[in-house]
Nanobody
Framework: QVQLAESGGGLAQAGGSLRLSCTAS????????MGWYRQAPGNQRELVAD???????RYADSVKGRFTISRDDAENTVSLQMNSLRPEDTAVYYC?????????????WGKGTLVTVSS
């Protein structure tokens, strides 16, 4: 199993910045990709950004050019630098680990951290 511990988040004004971090523990050798998803009230959970062990990165169109995801394999950490924040970025942000072991693929999730952007 993999455990994910998130930090960061909080309140920011529009145009401001926040940084989220997520540290994985447990069977980290099974992790293929790590990333961030978000869920706003009344909306489905959506991908924000993720990065594979090979360094391939995906961003949601809505955050391209504003958010940057990075990964530190030595620390088993993935971070999300969020700049030029907008009120519509307000959501609970969840860290995700996409893993694969002898039992098959498995997704793990953090507990979520709230990001609130005021206008």
């Amino acid at each position: 199993q993999v455990q994910l511990a998130e930090s960061g988040g909080g309140l920011a004004q529009a145009g401001g910045s926040l940084r989220l971090s997520c540290t994985a523990s447990g069977h980290v050798y099974t992790i293929n990709a790590m990333g961030w998803y978000r869920q706003a009230p009344g909306n489905q959970r959506e991908l924000v950004a993720d990065i594979t062990s090979g360094g391939t990165i995906r961003y949601a169109d809505s955050v391209k050019g504003r958010f940057t995801i990075s990964r530190d394999d030595a620390e088993n950490t993935v971070s999300l630098q969020m700049n030029s924040l907008r009120p519509e970025d307000t959501a609970v942000y969840y860290c995700n680990a996409d893993t694969h072991d002898y039992t098959g693929p498995m997704d793990y999730w953090g507990k979520g951290t709230l990001v609130t952007v005021s206008s």
